[in-house]
Each structure stands twice: as structure tokens, then as C-alpha cells.
């Protein structure tokens, strides 16, 4: 992955494990490091149609970005990821992209096309006329992986060197908005773009991040996705100009399928026994609970909250295209009303709204009251426009139930990326999943 990137979110650093007292003797590290004789085989097989892709400063040979990339066609056009390209993909004027082979020949680069979607970019090596390049060949659709076979990774983690990692394929991470491949292996900054080989040296996917928190655990787009942007860009003429009206196009239509898949599931309802509150099915998010601690002498409460683990890369400073959801239960029984009220409004008032900034303006808010079958309620319902993406939103929904003196729920439905028309139909959807718990009034 290009040192640009974030690493994704949900992350916390490596736990180092302790040495034991007595530990068995290490084998000889000559012997513990050596490839076997697959990675040897695949990456001598390779190695001749890897990159290492490198964003430049426009008037100078200082680099802004590294990540890796790997020869598809005989003309010498190569699959990276979007990311490793995004700068020169928004500010062409700015940036330039070269390439490094393995055997130390450079040269520049043309960006022909991306998928932001699928992190995914297609780049054109200029060079003089001569001898078609070789390429790597894609493993066939019919082809399918079985879980537990071994895979190999490929790139320039680190700017070090070009290098293998052998792992293992996992399946299909689960509960992913999109398919990602579950690669059991270690991918590095700087390996981005890079290309995932079976055991016949055919591509299977395309290294795009790793997850801290856990030990090789990595993901990979399904080289599916590289193969269709292959195939609708192969001839495409260089890109000159900043990519956001065409990134805007491929947002929006995102954005809508992220929208219907949402509203087309039903709301779980969470173990209150008192109100219906919101909960996502876990189809594409995953969600957390935790509560009040043992020893709490005030308010006490229970969380829910639901995220994705994807997002869109849309720069450095902004990722969008995703939705989470939460809320709280609180129980004052052991506070007055009066200091209940006090401590519950203050939560609701506590809420944070981004700020604008050189990405988005400034939420606009409306705030009002609503009764959901007898169930008095609060909205606030914000957004905020993206400056450089016109028709994009970010929306934020609070809501807070007001019928009791000593208790009551507190929800929030974040969408980052939405049309303005699919931030009304969020808000109304997830507004009308509060309520009484049956017929409880």
C-alpha cells in the first residue's frame, strides 16, 4: 500500500509478544527467511512484469507517493491502485507518475482510467517502440480458489526492494459491501497495486490493504475488477485534466447502490423493552455493544454501534461512500429527574458535527419534533456539501426520545457520499424505524 494511504479504520497497533524464559533454539536465519521453491519459481516467473509505480512532484524528482504495479498488456499497460495514483489523478498539474522495473529501467507513466470504487487504476508505460513486454495472465473466472490455498503477493513494500510474500487465500471477507479476498499473509506499505499469484503465476488479486490489530490478516480486490477495467480502457486516450467529474459519476452511482441495499433491508430492533430502536442487520457492517461500567454510580447505559469496513479513497483527507449507525439506552433510575434531564440533554448536545473544511462546507442543521405513534421524539437532521464533488453529502441524523423523566435512547445514522434525495430517504428511513416495542405505551 502507497505510504500516502491510511491504514484502515478499526486499527490499533501490534501487541509484541513477550519472550519466554527458555525458547527452543531459532533455526539458522538463512534457512528460517529462504523462499520455498514456489516463490522462488513465481517470482523469477515475474519479475520482469513488476513495477514499482512512483508519484513525483511535477518540476522535481522528489516522490510523494510509492506503491507497486504489475504488466497486463503487451503495450505495456499495467494495473495499479487508485490510491497509489490520486494525486496525480486530482491535480495533474501538479504530479507525475513514473515507473522503476526490476531491472532499473524508468520511465513515465500515463494514467488511462480508474475504478475508485474498487481502488483500482489502469496506467500506461511510455517507452520507445520495440519488443512487446510480457504480461501476467488473469486466473480464469471458472477457476475458482479453494480456502486454504497458497497465494503469493508481489511488490516494493517499503521502497526496499521488490519483493514475495507467501500467505494463504481465505475466502471472501465476510460482511464486506463489496467481494474482497481474506489474503492470510503480511502486505507492506508500498505494496498497493501489486499483483496476487496462484501457484501457476496467474493473477487472482490485487494487494490493497492490511489490517493492524492482527497478525496477517490482509485484503486483496479480486483481480475479477482489474480484467473489466482492462477491458473498457484499453484504448482510452491519457487523462490531463483533474478526475473529478468522472470520480463524481462513479460516487454517485455508488452511492445509490448503497442506498437501495440499505433501505431494502429491515431495521433488527434492539432488546429494549421498551422502544423499537434501529438496528442494521449485519449484511455489510458489523456491530459492537458495550455498557456502562460495573461500578457507575450515575446514569447508566448500553451502545450499540454498527459500521462498514469499507470506504471509498478519495484522497488523503477524505474517504466517503459508507454508513454507520448507533445508539444508546440510558436508565437514570438512579438520579432525580432533574439531574437525569440535565445529564441527558447535555449527551444529545455533546454530539459532534465535522466542521467544514477544504472538503465539505459547513453542516447546515434543521431540528425538529416528531411523534411516532404517541412516541414523542427530536430530530436533528444535517448535511454538508462537498466542495469539489457538487451533488455529494455528508448526512448526520440525531434523534433522542423525550417521553421519560428518568430515561430514554439516544440514535445516530451517519452516511458519508450521498445524493441529496437519497440523504432525505436515509433520514425518513431510519426516523420511522423508532417506536414502541409492540404495543407498549
Not at 481474506?182 to 499469484?197: D, I, K, R, T
Not at 423499537?276 to 455498557?291: L, S, T
Not at 466542521?355 to 465539505?360: E, K, M, N
Amino acid at each position: 500500500m502507497s505510504h500516502s494511504a491510511r491504514q484502515l479504520r478499526l486499527g490499533a497497533a501490534l501487541s509484541l509478544l513477550a519472550a519466554a524464559a527458555v525458547a527452543p533454539a531459532a533455526p539458522p536465519r538463512e534457512e528460517a527467511d529462504s523462499p520455498s521453491p514456489s516463490a522462488r519459481r513465481l517470482f523469477e516467473g515475474a519479475r520482469s512484469k513488476l513495477l514499482q509505480v512512483r508519484t513525483l512532484l511535477r518540476g522535481q524528482d522528489s516522490q510523494a507517493t510509492v506503491g507497486s504495479g504489475f504488466v497486463v498488456a503487451a503495450d505495456g499497460l499495467a494495473i495499479t491502485n487508485y490510491h497509489v495514483v490520486s494525486q496525480v489523478a486530482r491535480q495533474p498539474g501538479r504530479f507525475r507518475l513514473v515507473y522503476d522495473g526490476t531491472d532499473g529501467v524508468q520511465g513515465p507513466l500515463e494514467l488511462l482510467a480508474f475504478d475508485a470504487v474498487h481502488d483500482l487504476a489502469l496506467v500506461r508505460m511510455v517507452r520507445p517502440a520495440g519488443a512487446p513486454l510480457p504480461a501476467l495472465p488473469f486466473r480464469p473466472a471458472s477457476a475458482a480458489l479453494a480456502k486454504g490455498e497458497r497465494i503469493y503477493s508481489l511488490g516494493n513494500p517499503l521502497d526496499v526492494g521488490f519483493a514475495v510474500a507467501e500467505g494463504i487465500y481465505n475466502g471472501l471477507v465476510e460482511r464486506s459491501f463489496y467481494p474482497t479476498i481474506f489474503f492470510g499473509g503480511a502486505l507492506n506499505p508500498g505494496m498497493s497495486g501489486g499483483p496476487v499469484l496462484d501457484e501457476q503465476g496467474r493473477v487472482v488479486g490485487i494487494n490493497v490493504a492490511t489490517r493492524f490489530g492482527g497478525q496477517l490478516v490482509s485484503f486483496l480486490v479480486p483481480a475479477a475488477h482489474a480484467e473489466e477495467l482492462l477491458a473498457r480502457a484499453r484504448s482510452a486516450a491519457p487523462i490531463t485534466a483533474p478526475v473529478y467529474p468522472e470520480l463524481l459519476r462513479q460516487l454517485l452511482a455508488h452511492q445509490e447502490h448503497l442506498t437501495s441495499r440499505t433501505t431494502a433491508q429491515a431495521w433488527r430492533l434492539a432488546g429494549s423493552s421498551r422502544y423499537a430502536i434501529p438496528v442494521p442487520p449485519e449484511a455489510f457492517m458489523r456491530c459492537w455493544g458495550r455498557n456502562a461500567p460495573d461500578d457507575a454510580k450515575g446514569m447508566l447505559f448500553e451502545r450499540s454501534e454498527c459500521t462498514m469496513d469499507y470506504q471509498v479513497f478519495v484522497s488523503g483527507q477524505l474517504r466517503t461512500g459508507d454508513i454507520a449507525v448507533r445508539h444508546e439506552e440510558y436508565d437514570g433510575e438512579r438520579l432525580g429527574a432533574l439531574r437525569f434531564l440535565k445529564q441527558y440533554s447535555a449527551s444529545f448536545a455533546r454530539e459532534q458535527l465535522a466542521a467544514g473544511d477544504r472538503q465539505r462546507t459547513p453542516p447546515q442543521c434543521r431540528e425538529r419534533d416528531l411523534d411516532r405513534d404517541g412516541l414523542p421524539l427530536r430530530s436533528v437532521i444535517c448535511l454538508s456539501a462537498y466542495r469539489k464533488l457538487p451533488g455529494l453529502y455528508d448526512l448526520s441524523v440525531l434523534v433522542a426520545t423525550l417521553d421519560q423523566v428518568r430515561g430514554g435512547v439516544q440514535g445516530r445514522l451517519d452516511a458519508r457520499g450521498v445524493s441529496f434525495d437519497n440523504a432525505l430517504k436515509l433520514a425518513d428511513f431510519y426516523l420511522q424505524g423508532f417506536g414502541w416495542k409492540s404495543d407498549r405505551r
